[in-house]
């Protein structure tokens, strides 16, 4: 059975103006959040193609140690297979040095856009605070900037990574054999249709309403 959104008292579900200026004021919004911080997550997100690359050649020299073993290359076996340890070790490093880098640069950040707030708080008219909950002050000052370390910290370099390896690997599977490329896409494309399935139509919509309700428990909470 489809979940609809019911519409409760208080609760108004949005027009399609306000749609479009929300969406509009959203990408202002991670401009200027995100907007200091875009040129390093850039380069931390070259330094996590590269270990990328350093995850997938491994695998490609096992399989070419393996065809030197066959022509009774011992040498050459070993010599790969030394080299594949040190690119496994090498992109650890890369991608644990690099998560930290991004934590790092999280942690700053995050220290600067609390300041700026508590800037903008302490200039507000009195007002402002009776007409809001205490929970909605305590999502803008605490909830809505931790979410930001996942955008900052993680967000960027873990799509990098998660394109990057299987894009890598796909490449190498139909230099080798696109047949068997093309039956290890069938996976990909059923997951994709029975997730678009699954979320069904409306989805953005139910999920405003239930981020609509959460505010409210929350701000309940708090207040009690």
Same mark, same amino acid.
């Given at each position: 059975m489809a979940i609809e959104a019911v519409q409760q008292p208080g609760i108004d579900t949005p027009t399609k103006e306000q749609k479009r200026e929300r969406q509009r004021v959203e990408r202002e919004a991670s401009r200027f959040v995100l907007g200091p911080v875009s040129a390093r997550l850039a380069v931390a997100s070259i330094v996590v193609l590269i270990a990328s690359a350093a995850a997938v050649a491994p695998f490609v020299l096992i399989v070419e140690a393996s065809r030197a073993l066959l022509a009774d290359d011992g040498e050459l /076996?070993?010599?790969?297979?030394v080299i594949a340890l040190a690119?496994?070790? /090498?992109?650890?490093?890369?991608y644990s040095g690099t998560l930290l880098w991004t934590h790092l640069i999280d942690s700053s950040h995050q220290l600067t856009l609390r300041r700026l707030l /508590? /800037?903008?708080?302490?200039?507000?008219?009195l007002g402002w605070f009776t007409e809001r909950s205490a929970g909605e002050?305590?999502?803008?000052?605490?909830d809505d900037i931790d979410a930001v370390h996942y955008l900052v910290a993680h967000a960027r370099v873990e799509f990098v990574s998660a394109v990057a390896v299987p894009a890598l690997?796909?490449?190498y599977l139909f230099v080798v054999d696109w047949r068997l490329a093309l039956v290890l896409l069938a996976p990909l494309f059923g997951y994709g249709i029975a997730l678009?399935?699954?979320?069904?139509?409306?989805?953005?919509?139910?999920?405003?309403v239930y981020y609509r309700w959460e505010k409210r428990t929350e701000a309940a909470t708090v207040e009690f």
């Open positions: /076996a070993w010599r790969l297979i690119l496994l070790g /090498a992109r650890g490093l890369l /508590a /800037a903008k708080l302490a200039r507000v008219p002050v305590k999502k803008l000052l605490q690997t796909f490449v678009s399935v699954m979320m069904g139509r409306g989805y953005r919509e139910k999920m405003d």
